[in-house]
């Protein structure tokens, strides 16, 4: 595991060397850390970029949405409504199932027409590989609450996330025969769709997280995703949240997303049949489950076709 007559001792106490300066920083500023030279090619650690400089970046517009996943727990939980202005850079780990370090700029506008930025950043940790499983761990202006506890071990890649009870904890649930029940849906009107882009988020986001050849492929992703089209969305909260108002329920910390589209010639799932056709109404549900403690929040999501045998 050593180069030349580097023991294997000294090998982890660089290894670990390199991992405190990370963390420092949570990972989020590793310009000034270097690895040793002995370690080129043999441990990558965390994969800056730059998008100031350059945006040929892997899965750009997926990374994006992984951005604007850390503004939605923001606003959740604030009560606020920051959307992306821009990626200013991030750092990854260069597995299959990665995770990421980014650093944002964002923009609110307020009800009386004024608009207010801020710097972001968001950790985001993919859980599983070809499908919607992934955590937030970190959503925070820079400066708020950024206090690092060293004395905390750092973990490049963890599977935690926020857990649900209830309706919200195990397999994600089949489509239902029907959204009448009051009690448990609510159907969103036109317009709450289009206020609400995190809707077309989750879209994306199941999407890509079952096909990441949409992403990974450079001018691929805009000619699959901008044709797609929502033709319903329907959200199911507790029941009993009936008595809530839509905006509670649209932003309520639990909850499963149903959303009808059209628009994808020939959708991807591990395990699944699609047929093929742009015309073809799709449908996908996602989860949302933020915890009140640790103020993770975790999105799980599947496409429905055809079973394969």
Not at 47 to 63: A, E, I, Q, R
Not at 83 to 110: C, G, H, R, W
């Amino acid at each position: 595991m050593a180069d030349g007559n580097m023991t294997r001792d000294e090998y982890h106490t660089q290894l670990r060397s390199y991992w405190d300066q990370v963390r420092q920083s949570e990972g989020f500023d590793v310009g000034n850390v270097v690895l040793p030279p002995w370690m080129n090619g043999m441990f990558s650690g965390l994969v800056p970029y730059d998008c100031g400089v350059n945006d040929d970046y892997p899965n750009s517009d997926l990374v994006k949405d992984y951005g604007r996943v850390g503004l939605h727990r923001y606003n959740l939980l604030k009560g606020t409504n920051f959307q992306l202005s821009s990626l200013i850079k991030f750092n990854m780990l260069s597995n299959p199932v990665s995770s990421y370090y980014m650093t944002l700029a964002a923009e609110s506008l307020d009800r009386t027409g004024g608009r207010s930025s801020a710097e972001f950043r968001v950790r985001v940790d993919e859980r599983e590989f070809g499908t919607l499983d992934l955590a937030c761990s970190v959503a925070r202006i820079v400066g708020e609450g950024c206090t690092v506890t060293t004395n905390k071990p750092f973990v490049p890649h963890f599977h935690q996330g926020a857990v649900g009870d209830g309706i919200f904890e195990g397999e994600l649930p089949d489509w239902p025969s029907d959204f009448s029940d009051e009690n448990r849906f609510y159907v969103l009107k036109e317009s709450e769709i289009w206020s609400s882009e995190w809707i077309r988020m989750y879209m994306t986001l199941v999407v890509c997280g079952n096909d990441r050849s949409i992403t990974n492929k450079l001018g691929r992703s805009k000619k699959v995703l901008l044709p797609l089209k929502i033709v319903e969305a329907v959200i199911e909260t507790k029941t009993g949240d009936v008595k809530k108002t839509p905006s509670e329920r649209l932003n309520a910390l639990n909850a499963h997303v149903y959303i009808t589209f059209t628009g994808l010639e020939e959708p991807r799932a591990h395990g699944q049949i699609f047929e093929i056709g742009k015309h073809l109404k799709r449908k996908a549900v996602i989860r949302r489950v933020v915890d009140k403690d640790t103020q993770y929040l975790s999105l799980v999501g599947k496409l429905f076709g055809c079973t394969r045998d």
